[in-house]
């Protein structure tokens, strides 16, 4: 069974950081694509940044240049760090990837950026 595990949110000041991680099981991690995305409340979930297994990356406008993904296959885990936290930073976030053509889904961690 496919399982993503995040943890790290919390409250933090505007301008701080916060380093998210998501811990996979169930599937050969070291070939897997890796996601995390956001969802603000009201709002759609939106992509924030990807990781493929070579470790190429992609960021979201909204959030490059501030925020990092990076994986460790000996631990089966994806992290996301976010650095310059902006108030319109603060959503859920989950980690997402695609297994045997499913997409499967953490169950979210919240962040909130305060003033």
């Known amino acids: 069974q496919v399982y993503l595990a995040e943890s790290g949110g919390g409250l933090v000041q505007a301008g701080g950081s916060l380093r998210l991680a998501c811990r996979a099981s169930g599937i050969n991690f070291s070939i897997s694509r890796m996601g995390w995305y956001r969802q603000a409340p009201g709002k759609q979930r939106d992509l924030v940044a990807t990781?493929?297994?070579?470790?190429?990356?992609n960021y979201t406008d909204a959030v490059n240049g501030r925020f990092t993904i990076s994986r460790d296959n000996a631990r089966s885990t994806v992290y996301l760090q976010m650095n310059s936290l902006k108030l319109e930073d603060t959503a859920d976030y989950y980690c997402?990837?695609?297994?045997?053509?499913?997409?499967?889904w953490g169950r979210g961690t919240q962040v909130t950026v305060s003033s």
């Open positions: 997402q990837t695609t297994w045997t053509s499913v997409n499967y």
């Open positions: 990781i493929s297994r070579e470790g190429n990356t």
